[in-house]
């Protein structure tokens, strides 16, 4: 009695343990699509993202950089200033969107351009986002305001 008891235990634990790697790998497979990688435009171009790939870009909108289309398409450089990525993107930008300020954006890239499908600026005078910050950091460039 005392041996089927015991085997029954073992049995409810290994198929916990298997609808725990199940469940696992399903969550991961879900969000797999989900989870966008930030990436500074130094990094891009040392490690090329893969086609199709969507991924997070952010930098400082280069000086002089913006152009806009005729329509709602504009393009512009951003920069850790180390690097420079053509980015393009169609729609309306934040209103703080400018030359010279941080932005974040979502896309992927289409040869050399980063095509994105969101642009988030700063929200005010001195926030930039944390992911900005790092990469210019990395690169030697980002000064703290002291803040």
């Known amino acids: 009695m005392k ?5 029954r235990r073992v049995q409810i634990i290994l198929l916990a343990f ?9 969550i991961g497979y879900a ?4 989870i966008n990688f930030f990436r500074s435009p130094t990094q891009v171009v040392e ?8 991924f997070r870009i952010g ?3 280069e000086e002089g950089s913006i152009i806009r289309g005729q329509s709602e ?16 993107y169609t729609g309306i930008l934040p209103d703080l969107f400018s030359e010279g300020q941080g932005m ?6 289409v040869g050399d351009t980063f095509v994105a499908t969101e642009i988030l600026a700063k929200h005010d005078e001195t926030y930039m ?9 990395a690169q030697g460039v980002y000064q703290d305001s002291g803040s």
């Open 59 to 61: 930098g400082l909108v």
């Open 31 to 34: 969000m797999k699509d989900g």
């Open 104 to 109: 974040v954006g979502t896309g992927s890239m």
């Open 3 to 7: 041996g089927l008891k015991k085997q």
């Open 129 to 137: 986002p944390a992911e900005v910050v790092d990469a210019l950091k």
């Open 47 to 54: 490690d090329p993202p893969r086609e199709g790939e969507v």
């Open 73 to 88: 398409t504009i393009s512009f450089r951003v920069t850790d200033t180390n690097q420079t990525i053509p980015v393009r």
């Open 18 to 26: 298997a609808a725990l790697a199940v469940s696992t790998a399903m």
